[in-house]
């Protein structure tokens, strides 16, 4: 599609192919009648392609009905559709309705087979999560009316992964780690990120975008956060002040996930394989919880939609599974 601009007129000319044999050319005063032009005739071919007797539409161009209408909205919607088109390259971009959970199968089988060429093995959890954002592209254009048919991909099987483990710092590490960052860090940028998120259980993303005025009344305005609300978390006086200042003569935080990773390793921390600043949540998580901190109210703090999300922690409330030690049958042996 192209959309251009005749200096001699000031009008604008749209030239789009839609398909095969089949190309428009219309001349508007402004760039977004082009546009509205270009979607109105995208619709009535897609239209005349769903009436026919058969949806004959690729598995690419459903993807791309889906991001224009939902996808657009999502933070990482570009990255979503980047990851699958790659998919439909992958499976020789069929027609959508085609697609069934054996192709999703013959999938995993030649990411699989990459690894073992050299390339970079893709993780069980990983292909579960395609096959989740494959599975919500149907579902939503199903639930519009844009597509006809059933989900094709509902009865596939995702598969069982172990749980990740659930790491955090300790007391001891958490002092070794903030000596370092003092010690071999100049100007305190990564030593203050981090103190914040141990102080909110922020993400690492949402500290590092802060500027000064986000500090205000004594807390920290998270914005942009992963789950699209506006979180405030008190600070004690010292870090509220430390990190408010920092900002006003840096204007950001200016360091780097790899900085982190350098300092853990200057700690002698080791965390478990493709864990990194991320820790810093489930420290801050883990701890809330140890000292007998309310569930829901850690669920409010992290931000998170859902309890189940939150509910991993509670396994670090010390009265959580305490029958485990009371209720066993040697506790009862010793009780005779």
Partial sequence: MKITKNPETGKWKLDVEISKNKRYRKTCNTKTECLEYYHKIKRMHDDQEVNGSEDKRSLKTIIDIWYEGKGCELIEGERLQRILHALADVIGNPEARSVTPKRFNDYKTIRRMESKNGKKCIADSTLNNYLTYLRCVYNYLFAIGEINYPNPLAKAHRIKVQEPELS??????????????????????????????????????????????????????????????????????????????????????????????????????????????????????????????????????????????????????????KDAIN??????????
């Avoid at 100049?186 to 590092?208: F, M, N, P, V, Y």
């Avoid at 801050?284 to 109210?297: D, E, L, Q, R």
């Avoid at 209720?327 to 005779?336: D, G, M």
């Fill in 327 to 336: 209720l066993n049958p040697l506790t009862q042996l010793e009780r005779q």
């Fill in 168 to 321: 955090y710092l300790t007391c001891d590490q958490i002092h070794d780690l903030l000596t370092v960052m003092k010690e071999h860090f100049q100007e305190d940028h990564l030593l203050l990120l981090t103190k914040l998120c141990l102080a909110t259980g922020a993400r690492w993303s949402e500290i590092i975008s802060r500027k000064a005025y986000h500090f205000k009344n004594g807390q920290i305005d998270l914005t942009k956060t992963k789950g699209k609300r506006i979180r405030s978390i008190p600070l004690n006086k010292d870090l509220y002040e430390a990190a408010r200042q920092h900002l006003e003569q840096h204007g950001s935080f200016k360091c780097t996930r790899r900085g982190f990773s350098k300092a853990i390793k200057l700690a002698g921390i080791r965390l478990p394989e493709g864990q990194s600043s991320h820790v810093l949540r489930h420290t801050f998580a883990s701890h809330f919880m140890m000292n007998k901190g309310n569930i829901i109210v850690l669920q409010n703090i992290l931000g998170h939609t859902d309890i189940k999300l939150t509910m991993k922690y509670a396994k670090f409330d010390p009265e959580h599974f």
